[in-house]
Structure formats: C-alpha cells, structure tokens
C-alpha cells in the first residue's frame, strides 16, 4: 500500500483512500479559494469521490465527473456541451449536495483602514459509483470577474490491484 493511503473499516467492509487531494490552494488580495477532495474504494466494487470548496471572494465553481481522455477546456460553452455528454457513460449518483453562503463586514486586505464586503462560499459534494464503472476523473472550473481556473485530477486506479 502507498504511504498516501489508508485503509478505513466501516460496518465490516473494508475501503481503501485513493488519498485526499488539494487541487488549489489560490490566495490574492480579491480571492481566498481552498478545493480538496478524497477518492474512497469501498472495496466491493463501488468507488465514491467526495468534494469540498471553500472560498472568500465572488465566482462560481462547477464539479464535474469526467473520463481521464478529458481534455481541459478554458471554453465554457464547448465545456458544458461535453460534460453534459460524458456524464452518461458513468454508473455514477450524486449522493450529497450541499452550499452555504454568506456575506460579512471587515478591513479591506489592500487597505486596512477602509471595510469591505466579503463574500464567503462553502459546498460540498459527493458521488457513488458502482460496477461497472470506467476510470473518472474529478474536473473542477472555477470562474470569476477575475480569474478562470481549470484542473483536472484523476487517481491512480492502479494503487487498487497493488497488494496492501
């Protein structure tokens, strides 16, 4: 077994972490923007892929499950197109969604003596997927007034038939 992985028992079935994955990490003075995720194999067949996002500052993040020939688009409307269509070649189901937002009040970053408006997002995310189900990726968009950011993270499907 990979050092990145752990083994988790639950009700007696055994699952095994593909390993969690922080897919950005983007500071700046307009933008606070965390993505992580986990892929777990329950090892029964089924894999599930868990998503969070945290971010203060305005835009919009998409989630998407995708196949590893994916490629990464910067054009939005040719990308939801294809999400659209790739999303039925998987035996996946969303099993939670969730999205908080909120606003708050406080020194502005650039200039500590005036107060600024932040806004504050958190969702969260997860997908069940049972056999027989191909390779997926987690591809993830997000999009602002001042930033378009693009990632694709694909886990290491291999790490399954390695011997723990």
């Known amino acids: 077994m990979d050092p990145g992985q752990r083994i988790r028992h639950h009700s007696g079935i055994f699952s095994r972490e593909f390993g969690e994955f922080a897919l950005w990490i983007f500071l700046t003075v307009k933008l606070n923007l965390l993505i992580t995720g986990k892929v777990v194999d329950h090892g029964n067949g089924s894999v599930?892929?868990?998503?969070?996002?945290?971010?203060?500052?305005?835009?919009?993040?998409?989630?998407?499950?995708?196949?590893?020939?994916?490629?990464?688009?910067?054009?939005?409307?040719?990308?939801?197109?294809?999400?659209?269509?790739?999303?039925?070649?998987?035996?996946?189901?969303?099993?939670?969604?969730?999205?908080?937002?909120?606003?708050?009040?406080?020194?502005?970053?650039?200039?500590?003596?005036?107060?600024?408006?932040?806004?504050?997002?958190?969702?969260?995310?997860a997908w069940r997927c049972s056999p027989p189900f191909r390779a997926v990726c987690v591809y993830v968009t997000f999009d602002s007034s001042d930033y378009r950011l693009v990632q694709k993270v694909c886990p290491d499907y291999g790490a399954r038939r390695r011997p723990a």
Do not use: M, W, Y
Request: hydrophobic share 30%.
């Open 48 to 125: 599930s892929v868990f998503f969070q996002h945290n971010s203060t500052g305005r835009g919009n993040v998409s989630v998407s499950l995708v196949p590893p020939s994916k490629a990464v688009e910067f054009d939005l409307e040719r990308q939801i197109f294809i999400e659209a269509k790739e999303s039925k070649v998987f035996n996946c189901r969303v099993e939670s969604e969730q999205v908080a937002r909120a606003s708050k009040t406080s020194l502005c970053a650039f200039d500590p003596g005036q107060t600024c408006r932040q806004e504050q997002t958190r969702s969260r995310a």
